[in-house]
C-alpha cells in the first residue's frame, strides 16, 4: 500500500497544505456567523441581543458535533498509520453513532426547554419580545439540528485522511448557502414571506443540510481510504467506543465549557445596557482570529496523531513547534486589528452610541488576550492529537471557569463595567501557564518514549 503523505511529505509543506483549505472554509463560516449578526442587527431593536443570547446553545451543539468529530478523527487517523484498515472503517461509524445520539439530546431540547432557557435572561433591558424572538431562534436551529451533525462527521473523515480541501468545500457551501438565504428570508426578498430572526434561523439550517447531503456524496466518491458502513454504526465495539470518548468528551467538555462561559457572562452583562450586545459582536468578531487557528489545527490533528501511530517522533515535534509559531502568527494580526480599528469592527452591527461608548475600550482590552491564545489553542488540540483530550479539558476549565467568570463577577460588583473586560487577559495567562506546564509533562511521558 502506497504510504499516505503524511507519513512522508515534508512537515512545513503538508502542515500548510492540510491547513490552509481548513483556514479557509473557517474564515468562510466566521463570515457567514458576523453576516449573519449584521442582518439580524438591521431587522429590529433586540434582534440582535436575542440571537446573542440563543448563542451559547448553538456553541453547545457545535461541541457535541466537534467531540464526536475530533474522537473519530483521531482515531481513524492513527489506525490508518498502523495500517489497521478495518478498525479506521470502525472508529468512522462509531463517530456517526455518537454524532446520532447526541442529536438527540438537542432535539428534545428544542422541543421542551428552548423557551425556559431564553427567559431565564429576563431583566429591564430584556423584555418579552427580544426573548420570544430568541426562543423562535432557538428552536428552529435545536430541533434542525441533525444537519449540522452530519456536516461535521463528513468534515473530520475527509481531516483523517488529509483530503482537506474537501472538508473547506463541504463547510464552505454551507456557509455560502447561510448568507444568501439570511437576507432573502429575515427581511422577505423574491417572493419570500418576511420571517425576521426566525428566518435567519431557518436560512443557518438549510445551509447545513445542504452541507450534510454534499458530504455524504462527496465522502462516498472522494474518500476511498474510510468506508462509512451502516454495520459498523449499529455493531457496538465497547473498547473502541471508550477509546474514542476519552478522546472525544474532553473536546465536547472544553467547548461546552465555552456555553457555560458565554450563558454565565451574558447574564453579568445584562444589568448593564448595551454591554450583551458588545459582548456578542466581539464573539462574533473575534472568531475571524481564533477560527484561522482552528483551521490550523485541523490541519495539525491528524498529521500528529498519524506520525504517532506511525511511531515517528521527529515528524511530531516538528509539526507542534512550526503549528504554534503559526498560532501565534495569526493571533497577533488580530490583535492588532483590534487595537487599531474598533470603532469600524462594532460600526458593522447598526451600533448605538451607548454600544461604541463601551465597545471601542472593551475590544482593545479584550484583544489583549490575543497576544497568548495562539499558543494555547495550538497546544490543547496537540494534547487530543495525542490521546490526552482531558488535558485539553482541564486547560479550558481554568480559563473559562476557575478564573475567568470569577474575576468577571467580582470586577463588575467592584470596579464596575470597564474592568469586566480584563477577565480575558487575565484568565488567558493563567491558561497558557498550564498549558505549557502539561506540554512539558506530556513531552517527557509520551512524546520523547516514542
Not at 122 to 144: H, K, N, S
Request: net charge positive; charged share 10%.
Amino acid at each position: 500500500m502506497q504510504e499516505n503523505k503524511m507519513g512522508v511529505m515534508p512537515v512545513g509543506k503538508l502542515l500548510i497544505t492540510m491547513s490552509l483549505p481548513m483556514m479557509a472554509s473557517m474564515l468562510m463560516q466566521a463570515l457567514y456567523n458576523v453576516v449573519d449578526s449584521i442582518f439580524v442587527s438591521n431587522y429590529a431593536p433586540g434582534a440582535l441581543t436575542a440571537v446573542t443570547l440563543a448563542f451559547p446553545i448553538q456553541t453547545l451543539i457545535i461541541a457535541f458535533a466537534n467531540g464526536a468529530g475530533v474522537g473519530m478523527n483521531a482515531l481513524v487517523s492513527r489506525y490508518l498509520g498502523e495500517k489497521r484498515q478495518d478498525a479506521a472503517d470502525r472508529a468512522a461509524g462509531h463517530g456517526a453513532l455518537l454524532a446520532m445520539c447526541s442529536y438527540v439530546i438537542f432535539l428534545l431540547f428544542g422541543l421542551f426547554a428552548a423557551r425556559p432557557f431564553m427567559y431565564s435572561h429576563e431583566t429591564a433591558q430584556t423584555g418579552a419580545r427580544v426573548l420570544d424572538m430568541g426562543t423562535e431562534y432557538l428552536t428552529i436551529v435545536t430541533v434542525f439540528s441533525f444537519g449540522v451533525f452530519t456536516q461535521i462527521i463528513f468534515e473530520r473523515l475527509f481531516q483523517s485522511t488529509g483530503r482537506t480541501v474537501y472538508s473547506m468545500v463541504i463547510q464552505g457551501t454551507g456557509a455560502v448557502i447561510n448568507m444568501i438565504l439570511d437576507p432573502i428570508m429575515i427581511f422577505g426578498y423574491l417572493g419570500c414571506p418576511e420571517m425576521g430572526v426566525a428566518g435567519a434561523a431557518v436560512a443557518t439550517v438549510i445551509g447545513q443540510m445542504t452541507a450534510a447531503t454534499l458530504g455524504a456524496v462527496l465522502c462516498h466518491f472522494k474518500n476511498p481510504e474510510v468506508r462509512l458502513r451502516p454495520r459498523n454504526i449499529f455493531r457496538v465495539d465497547g473498547k473502541l467506543l471508550k477509546s474514542m470518548l476519552l478522546i472525544g468528551i474532553p473536546t465536547t467538555v472544553m467547548q461546552a465549557i465555552g456555553s457555560v462561559m458565554s450563558y454565565t457572562m451574558d447574564l453579568i452583562l445584562v444589568a448593564f445596557e448595551a454591554a450583551a450586545d458588545v459582548f456578542g459582536a466581539y464573539f462574533k468578531i473575534q472568531s475571524f482570529v481564533c477560527m484561522p487557528v482552528f483551521g490550523l489545527n485541523a490541519g495539525m490533528v491528524p498529521i500528529i496523531a498519524y506520525n504517532y501511530g506511525a511511531r515517528n517522533r521527529e515528524r511530531i515535534v516538528k509539526t507542534v513547534k512550526l503549528s504554534i509559531i503559526l498560532g501565534e502568527a495569526i493571533t497577533f494580526v488580530g490583535f492588532l486589528a483590534f487595537q487599531l480599528m474598533p470603532e469600524t469592527l462594532l460600526g458593522m452591527f447598526n451600533p448605538s452610541a451607548e454600544m461604541l461608548r463601551i465597545g471601542v475600550p472593551a475590544l482593545r482590552i479584550i484583544s489583549i488576550h490575543f497576544l497568548l491564545c495562539g499558543a494555547s489553542i495550538v497546544i490543547s488540540s496537540v494534547f487530543q492529537a495525542l490521546g490526552n483530550g482531558i488535558y485539553s479539558a482541564i486547560v479550558s476549565f481554568m480559563r473559562q471557569i476557575i478564573v475567568l467568570l470569577p474575576v468577571a463577577y467580582v470586577f463588575s460588583k467592584v470596579f464596575g463595567l470597564e474592568a469586566v473586560w480584563w477577565c480575558f487577559p487575565i484568565a488567558e495567562a493563567v491558561s497558557l501557564t498550564v498549558s505549557v506546564l502539561l506540554l512539558i509533562r506530556i513531552n517527557k511521558k509520551v512524546i520523547s518514549t516514542i
